[in-house]
């Protein structure tokens, strides 16, 4: 994976803890987000744990009967006349892309969000092979400026105050500062309008691939999606696996939860349902549709019992929103594409193991984020699992598997548990003051001294004797 | 109705007066108390680690030190929820399985014992102080207990209970967690321990020894004048007052 | 539900995400409304949808119109110009719904070659006309509709961001301004 840095993450995590003003700005947003999920459900959606349920339903259902679906889903894009590739990895993706824009004579491109293009690399291959690719998302658009990488699925440049976006715009284009919002997207929308009229081929993600009509639904707020898939003549879709959805039903199902778990909005200012290439009026040309769905180590989920479920996801950042670890480090910490939670366990299945086990143990295991998933991904189990793989490999630090092997021996070993106890115990004076110096741990804060007696010491003197003094 | 105590290792040895008081609440309520003395650890702390064996051999061996117990009450969310929900996960021998099935029913966090089982909902408890409640991690997405700590708080003549903001928030703890990213679980305990100063109580309460170490940890360098108290310490000595 | 209920719902509804109703008897009050935004938004040039009977009259009424210069989608199909060229520096589109969702103050518009998706894109201000007839509770009431159409968005409010600070803003991309106008055809 060309775009992931997890081996990093105890690093990465450092060096972002460090930034007060960072933290500041990730908190507020991310409460911000949290505050109006929490008021639309609770105003309006009474049913909401109903609806998760039954989103979870559809969800596995799909990813249980995946090859079903998608030969449906493939069925339709034949009649609707979309053409499809698929793509095993993100250097498949990336030369399909290459190969479709040179052979349509593209030379300008424009994109509308889509993380999928974040993994597979696009922009920086497109770059590099001479296209001109502008984000027109405007968080998209800020990071791109900045040559930054999205620290958020749905928010890319959350991590960014309007005090540095307003730097930054006027450094780039060498206006005069302003950090009111409402400028610098006006701003933006001038320079970006231009982009659209003149661009070759617009790329999108898409949200919903809906198998039994081929529908693409694409949900967006900006209005950015519907200019990028409407005024080039050449429309791509990139796209992963798990987007495809049973039927339409099914589709409106789920559209319920993600604005609403992602923004707190009950639906998003556009929803596009595409079915087919746009037809030719007047002098113009028929507009081409290409999907390219990327699998990039998912499939091997689809076969994994235990952790299909991560395929559920649909992408609305709630987990992320409400992680006390992103909070407080932000996206880019992760140094993975998808940060948050979901990240934490997708990445170790589309990058290696190995390197990305780490993101597993940078959680409190608090199932804040299972907690808040409209599909209802069981998150922190996940987590437990990559866990449990990261032991069963051996990559762990040796050092920890003694300390849990010794730590095991005394725990299943009663007098040597209660040697030891007594050993604390023992101890437990010469700490009074200080505390217990915990590695680590005590750098940052204080442990209590051990007890000078025990429960198990306690029992046996107060209920032991007086029960055999009773019963004398 | 015999009850066996279940004592988490990190309350034998950091904090038996919870322990203790957990004992004298369940004996006043009448109850006939034993606490099965073999006992260690429940494994959670391998089981969170990733440590399936390890976490395995002291599953079967806590399974077998309780079984055929009546109930099972333990002053801790945490410790409940590895039995209970987490136990499942791991590959149990056929004979801790069944007793694992038969268990996972009878075993109870203390304020989940009190309310619903014996229905309890009022010690009769006296103690003066402005409290605010912490919502441990486990014990609440877990086991689903949000009311109980909070109705048996508030029976206790003389108490103010006051919300604390972002009160179902993680204080930072989370097992090898707080050692393998310390700054980090340290930014997250002060997050923590600013809004419990805000409530302007005088004791932080939770059901789970670990959060209480924690919060403690950071509460105690900054010399704060705010305790922090288990439940069954605060409901112990409400009874002693009355 | 009833239809003056829905019509209510909508409307509260659509007033939330920053988009405004106007509930119509006749084309006079619709085209005092229409002229009353005109002035307000400083509006010269208007592209028009003429699928249905009432946006025929609106054309005909606005044409009348010195101050503004409106063409309908259908005269500029017939020029060999691209529509894009026509419509980039269009300051009003005027569309004919195909469906009003309560629930969520939404709009379904089907795209055609008579009500193309630039037309409720490009212009910063954007009105959809309908009728009360169109009302659906929900947006799952149009599933059939979703399902054998080839191109149809769902607009909720105008275009919209909170990119920088979570400060929402509106008019990003699409129009900055979204009227919806309904003709309450059962008391008419």
């Known amino acids: 994976m060309p775009n992931s840095n997890t081996k990093h993450f105890k690093a990465l995590i450092r060096e972002k803890l460090s930034d007060k003003k960072l933290r500041n700005i990730v908190k507020k947003a991310t409460s911000h987000s949290i505050s109006k999920r929490i008021e639309t459900i609770n105003n309006y959606i009474p049913e909401w744990e109903q609806l998760r349920d039954r989103a979870n339903f559809i969800r596995s259902k799909t990813m249980q009967n995946w090859e079903f679906y998608f030969e449906q889903l493939l069925k339709k894009f034949r009649e609707n006349g979309i053409e499809f590739f698929y793509a095993n990895n993100s250097s498949d993706a990336c030369s399909i892309v290459k190969t479709l824009l040179f052979s349509f004579g593209v030379k300008k491109v424009v994109k509308s969000k889509s993380m999928v293009t974040e993994e597979i690399g696009l922009n920086e291959y497109l770059e590099r092979n001479g296209f001109e690719v502008t984000e027109t998302d405007l968080g998209e658009y800020i990071i791109q400026l900045a040559n930054e990488k999205p620290s958020h699925i749905t928010a890319p440049a959350l991590h960014k105050s309007r005090q540095e976006i307003g730097e930054l715009f006027s450094e780039k284009f060498n206006i005069d500062y302003t950090d009111a919002p409402e400028k610098l997207t006006e701003f933006a929308r001038l320079i970006l309008r231009q982009k659209f009229l003149n661009a070759d081929a617009g790329i999108s993600g898409a949200n919903f691939l809906v198998a039994e009509t081929g529908t693409i639904i694409i949900v967006e707020n900006e209005g950015n999606a519907r200019l990028s898939i409407t005024l080039p003549k050449l429309h791509i879709v990139i796209t992963s696996i798990e987007k495809i959805v049973p039927t339409l039903s099914d589709a409106l199902m789920l559209l319920k939860l993600l604005p609403v778990s992602s923004t707190g909005q009950k639906i998003t200012s556009y929803v596009s349902f595409i079915k087919k290439p746009l037809q030719s009026i007047g002098s113009e040309n028929s507009q081409k549709i290409v999907v390219i769905i990327l699998d990039n180590g998912r499939s091997k989920l689809l076969k994994n019992d235990k952790s299909r479920s991560i395929l559920y996801c649909i992408k609305c950042g709630a987990c992320m929103n409400n992680c006390p670890i992103y909070q407080s480090v932000g996206g880019h910490a992760y140094g993975s594409v998808y940060p948050g939670p979901i990240g934490s366990i997708l990445t170790p299945w589309i990058n290696t193991l190995n390197e990305s086990k780490d993101l597993a143990y940078g959680s409190t295991l608090c199932g804040a984020c299972s907690q808040v998933c409209p599909v209802k991904i069981d998150i922190h189990n996940q987590l437990l699992g990559i866990r449990k793989l990261s032991i069963e490999n051996k990559y762990s630090p040796l050092i920890e598997r003694v300390i849990f092997k010794l730590w095991l021996l005394s725990m299943k070993n009663f007098k040597l548990f209660t040697l030891l106890s007594k050993f604390l115990n023992f101890l437990s004076p010469l700490f009074q003051e200080s505390g217990l110096k915990i590695p680590f741990w005590s750098k940052y804060k204080y442990f209590p001294a051990p007890a000078e007696i025990s429960f198990h010491s306690w029992w046996q003197k107060e209920v032991k004797i007086k029960e055999r003094i009773n019963n004398v | ?242 | 539900m009833s239809k003056k209920i829905l019509i209510e719902k909508f409307k509260s509804e659509l007033i939330k995400v920053n988009g405004d109703c106007f509930v119509f008897k006749n084309l006079s009050e619709a085209l005092k409304e229409l002229k009353s935004i005109i002035a307000k938004e400083k509006i010269k040039n208007i592209a028009i949808s003429t699928k249905t009977d009432i946006a025929k009259s609106i054309f005909d009424e606005l044409k009348k119109d010195s101050s503004v210069t409106i063409e309908s989608v259908e005269e500029l199909n017939k020029t060999n110009s691209i529509l894009k060229d026509n419509l980039k520096n269009i300051d009003l589109g005027i569309s004919c719904a195909d469906f009003l969702v309560a629930e969520t103050g939404s709009v379904i518009l089907k795209s055609s070659t008579d009500e193309p998706r630039l037309l409720s894109l490009l212009p910063e201000s954007h009105i959809v006309i309908s009728t009360s007839e169109q009302i659906i509770e929900r947006l799952e009431d149009a599933v059939d509709f979703l399902s054998i159409e080839n191109w149809v968005t769902v607009i909720t409010g105008p275009s919209r961001t909170a990119d920088i600070e979570k400060v929402l803003v509106t008019g990003v991309h699409g129009p900055k301004k979204l009227y919806v106008f309904i003709n309450d055809i059962e008391i008419s």
């Open chain 2, 1 to 242: 109705m015999k009850i066996n105590l279940f004592i988490p290792c990190i309350v034998d040895q950091f904090a038996p007066k919870v322990a203790i008081s957990t004992y004298k609440i369940l004996k006043k309520l009448g109850c006939n108390v034993d606490y099965p003395f073999e006992q260690t650890c429940c494994g959670q702390p391998a089981f969170n680690t990733g440590y399936h064996y390890e976490a395995r051999i002291c599953a079967e061996r806590f399974l077998k030190i309780f079984a055929n117990s009546d109930y099972i009450v333990s002053p801790s969310g945490s410790c409940v929820a590895m039995v209970k929900n987490f136990y499942q996960e791991l590959e149990l021998n056929p004979e801790a399985k069944s007793i694992y099935n038969d268990l996972k029913i009878k075993i109870f966090e203390l304020s989940d014992f009190l309310v619903n089982v014996l229905k309890v909902e009022d010690l009769n408890a006296n103690f003066k102080a402005k409290v605010t409640y912490h919502d441990s991690c486990h014990l609440l997405r877990e086991l689903n207990i949000l009311n109980e700590p909070r109705k048996l708080i508030g029976s206790i003549k003389g108490i103010e209970l006051i919300d604390l903001n972002e009160s179902d928030r993680c204080c930072g703890f989370g097992g090898t967690f707080s050692v393998k990213f310390p700054e980090l679980s340290t930014i997250i305990t002060e997050d923590k321990v600013r809004n419990i100063e805000l409530s302007g109580a005088d004791y932080v309460v939770a059901n789970d020894v670990s959060c209480l170490l924690n919060i403690q940890g950071i509460l105690k360098n900054k010399n704060s004048r705010i305790k922090t108290l288990h439940l069954a310490e605060l409901l112990a000595m409400g009874i002693e007052n009355a």
